[in-house]
Nanobody
Framework: QVQLVESGGGLVQAGGSLRLSCTTSGLKFSRYSMGWFRRAHGKEREFAAAISRNGGNIYYADSVKGRFTISRDNARNTLYLQMNSLNPEDTAVYSC???????????????WGQGTQVTVSS
């Protein structure tokens, strides 16, 4: 059974930082590209960042570029998202997902986590 479990969300003040983790089990982690998506209340799901299987290719949404850093540890089957300079517009549920190829498109992703809430206060 494939499981993706996010952690690290919480409440932070504007300008602060958080580091999200996505721990996986039941899949060959190193064979999948991974992505982070977010959904703010009342809005559509939005791509944030993606990383290829070996970490050699990385994509960022323009809205997070320069502030967020995606990384992975294939030995630990874990994906990370370091988020700096957070602002209230970053408030959302953040979910990790696994795909056969690196992509910014949600429909490419096969497996999804339940998400972790990030709330940025002004």
């Amino acid at each position: 059974q494939v499981q993706l479990v996010e952690s690290g969300g919480g409440l932070v003040q504007a300008g602060g930082s958080l580091r999200l983790s996505c721990t996986t089990s039941g899949l060959k982690f190193s064979r999948y590209s991974m992505g982070w998506f977010r959904r703010a209340h009342g809005k559509e799901r939005e791509f944030a960042a993606a990383i290829s299987r070996n970490g050699g290719n990385i994509y960022y949404a323009d809205s997070v570029k320069g502030r967020f850093t995606i990384s992975r540890d294939n030995a630990r089957n874990t994906l990370y998202l370091q988020m700096n300079s957070l602002n209230p517009e970053d408030t959302a549920v953040y979910s990790c997902a696994a795909a056969p190829i690196i992509s910014s498109q949600a429909h490419t992703y096969i497996y999804w986590g339940q998400g972790t809430q990030v709330t940025v206060s002004s």
